[in-house]
């Protein structure tokens, strides 16, 4: 998430979101094309997986919402756990 979600790609990090923020993330990495996908994510580590990253960012919103989420909900996203 940290990276795809926050458009500061770092390797360790963490980040607070609330599932409204994914959403709009998810909003905005699906409206782009696969070149403007490849170029936003270029500097990442999973640069090669940038077509994935719109189904995983829908994915992420609605497990959230199945889960019960409220959309104003802060969470701590972090790409590793200690």
Request: a positive charge; hydrophobic letters at 45%.
């Given at each position: 998430a940290i990276g795809l979600l926050d458009q500061k790609p770092v390797t360790f990090g963490a980040a607070e979101m609330s599932r409204d923020d994914i959403e709009?993330?998810?909003k905005a990495v699906c409206s782009l094309d696969q070149a403007g996908a490849a170029?936003?994510?270029?500097a990442t580590n999973d640069a090669a997986k940038a077509a994935n990253f719109c189904g995983d960012t829908v994915y992420i919103a609605a497990l959230l919402d199945a889960?019960?989420?409220?959309?104003?909900s802060t969470m701590t996203m972090t790409?590793?756990?200690?």
């Open positions: 709009r993330a998810a170029a936003r994510f270029a889960l019960g989420f409220d959309e104003r790409n590793k756990i200690k």
